[in-house]
């Protein structure tokens, strides 16, 4: 039986194992601005907007959140999204993320958007742009928290649909151009194979965006496979049932080519059966060049730190490990060389840092 000292000192080991985490400089390459809409601002929202929301109340809200898959998870998150209207919304959503960030040692990040989730409502494309970039920029600003916005397509519409998206965009770049660096590919991925947009990935990576996709989350392997050889990304999201391909995973460790994953959001959406069974330290331990992230915090119970957390209760992962992870995001990042090894310094010292102050 455990006695009150022992619950004291593991809530100690624990508290001091957050702080640990959160003071590893790291970048966040995969989260969806939109999914980090929280419940209590979404009401907030809904309600300076006069829109209705079908829950009485926050906790009934979550409740709703029981996800089978990412079918299930997608119904909720597309609707979660419709009470943002105003450029003001997207400040303040992009900003509640970004103090969580910043809390969480987060100092790059890399956040994907869905214009057509909101041009569908009719919502400008200026305004989405316009209230997001507002906040990375002010983020700077007071943190030096540096971002990029990758604006994703959602594969369940056409590739027609995404031209249209891109060519609304493009004047946009102008402004944005600092920020709005990568696209992207997200949305249900079973049926919507990478290959429907080879066309206008083609025509991206021609005006010079780096590219990245959502692969082998629900999807099969081959699936990954076509997002390097059609879509030619840099990056896999997700890219977890790689492990289903041995030669794709070669490939993968070989080439050291980035899987961003997400391993809280893969059991909320039965992705892996639980943390037990998820392969992110495998991974790891076999060379691949993984991050951690959260996808979608608000919905999936965790941000960056949660992540890293549940990995290391529940999977081990040592304290080496996660500098490792936190050295690969920022690898992985689109940051320019000179930024990439400032980062990478900082965390040295942070670690001579730490190492001194333990001994
Ligand atoms: N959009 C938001 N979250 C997503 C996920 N986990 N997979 C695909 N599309 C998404
Ligand atoms: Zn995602």
């Known amino acids: 039986m455990k006695t009150p000292n022992d619950r004291t000192s593991q809530a100690s080991q624990q508290d001091e194992l957050v702080d640990f985490l959160r003071q ?68 303040d959503m992009t900003w509640a993320y970004l103090q969580r960030a910043h809390e969480d040692g987060i100092v790059h990040t890399e956040i994907m958007f869905d214009p057509q989730t909101h041009t569908r409502r009719g919502i400008a494309l200026e305004t989405v742009f316009a209230g997001i970039a507002d906040a990375l920029r002010d983020a700077h600003r007071r943190w030096g928290l540096s971002s990029r916005m990758i604006l994703s397509f959602l594969r369940d519409l056409s590739e027609q649909d995404a031209f249209i998206t891109l060519n609304k965009a493009l004047p946009l770049r102008q402004e944005y151009g600092d920020l709005w660096t990568a696209i992207g590919l997200d949305s249900a991925e079973l049926g919507n194979l990478p290959e429907k947009f080879v066309h206008v990935f083609a025509q991206c990576a021609h005006l010079g965006f780096r590219l990245v996709a959502h692969a ?144």
Do not use: W
Request: with cysteine; charged share 20%.
């Open 24 to 91: 590893l400089p790291k970048a966040e390459l995969h989260v969806h601005i939109e999914g980090t809409l929280e419940p209590e601002l979404m009401f907030t929202l809904a309600e300076r907007n006069g829109v209705s929301l079908p829950y009485r109340n926050v906790a009934e809200l979550r409740a709703a959140y029981d996800f089978q898959d990412l079918g299930s998870f997608l119904e909720l998150y597309y609707a979660g999204a419709q009470v943002l209207i105003t450029k003001q919304d997207f400040y």
């Open 216 to 359: 082998g989350e629900e999807g099969p392997a081959e699936y990954v496979h076509n997002a390097l050889d059609v879509l030619h990304v840099e990056r896999i999201d997700h890219g977890v049932r790689s492990e289903e391909d041995p030669a794709l995973l070669h490939r993968i460790i070989d080439n050291r080519i980035p899987m961003t994953v997400c391993p809280l959001s893969n059991i909320r959406l039965g992705v892996f059966p639980s943390m037990a069974d998820h392969s992110v330290v495998r991974l790891l331990r076999r060379g691949a060049t993984v991050t951690l992230n959260s996808d979608d915090p608000a919905y999936f119970g965790g941000y960056l730190v949660d992540n890293f957390l549940a990995c290391v209760t529940e999977l081990g992962l040592t304290r080496d490990e996660c500098r490792q992870l936190a050295r690969n995001s920022i690898q992985a990042s689109f940051l320019p060389d000179d930024a990439k090894q400032a980062l990478l310094s900082a965390q040295t010292a942070e670690q001579a840092y730490q190492h001194n102050t333990v001994l």
